[in-house]
């Protein structure tokens, strides 16, 4: 029986090109597999990332809104307090060391007030002193300077109140300097009497050896009642176990304030919690600018807390 004969068929040259194409590309489709992965977890990645950062921002943005709102309803709350005080009781307030007056408000929130008199220092611009004792005021000015350089008001009105004028003030009334210490002396005695007024000045005056012209000077840059006070208010919410500070400056007249700045207290000193330079403020609520009884702000705020004001309760 013969052989059959095996035919070997040779495959042509663009059979051999294909064959190793497709073994290229098998081996090639693997990489391409892992970088479409790599790629498309990067994006998924960044995609989370911004999402991430969005919601951050728009949560400050939120806690930051929600800040200012409380601060500025805090300030509203107290305004419409202050608006309904006549100078003796702020004054009254003000000889006190305790707590001047306490709202409790809603959700455990509580707001303590103290009362200051603000207006013991002159000012840099004495704009409401009249022409005749505006040389006098100025002198006052130089000899404080000389000493105490930088303590003195930049707001309100130019009379000083003799209820609150500290020492070195007293003592620069007077050009002779034992005239001005005595007179501080008889003056920081006396108010810490009760009854000290006009006629109490007008004695010590005298008793301290001033000549009459030298008296009159000195009365007629003085005020026993002041309008510019100082509104130290400690906001605490008991439920969140957080408290807050402000000071308030304000001119108060009769049915009318007049908010001069309105500041958050940040890094105080547990000490003095309400020193008068304070290691930090809050810029964003600080409100340097005059605010007369009709300001849109203020306005805002009183209807954000009408209802609020309408149910707290007030205890002293």
Known sequence: ??????????????????????????GFAMPMVLLLLVVSGMTIVVIMQRQTSQ????????????????????????????????????????????????????????????????????????????????????????????????ELRSRGSAMISMASAPDYVLRALVADEEQGARLADRVVTARERRGFDRDELMDQLRRSGLADDEIARVVGISTFDPVLWRVNVLAEDRKHRSERRFVMQAEIFAGS????????????????????????????????????????????????????????????
């Open 55 to 150: 919601t951050h921002l728009v949560e400050e943005m939120l806690a930051e809104y929600e800040t200012h709102h409380a601060a500025f309803g805090v300030r509203s709350i107290v305004r419409k307090w202050l608006i309904n005080k006549r100078g003796r009781d702020l004054a009254e307030y003000a000889a006190k060391d305790g707590v001047s007056y306490r709202f409790i408000l809603p959700d455990e929130v509580y707001v303590s007030i103290w009362i200051k008199d603000s207006q013991g220092l002159p000012t840099t611009a004495p704009t409401d002193i009249g022409a005749a004792h505006l040389p006098y005021y100025r002198e006052v000015l130089s000899r404080i300077q000389k000493t105490h350089d930088g």
């Open 257 to 316: 304030i007049s908010v001069r700045s309105w500041e958050e207290m940040i890094g105080t000193d547990p000490e003095d919690p309400f020193a008068e330079n304070p290691p930090k403020t809050n810029p964003e609520i600080d409100d340097t600018a005059d605010q007369s009884d009709n300001n849109p702000a203020d306005e805002d705020a009183d209807q954000d807390n009408a209802s609020e004001n309408r149910d707290q309760k007030h205890s002293r």
């Open 1 to 26: 029986m013969p052989r059959r004969r095996h035919h070997h068929i040779r495959r042509s040259r663009p059979s051999r090109l294909r064959a190793i194409l497709d073994q290229f590309r098998r």
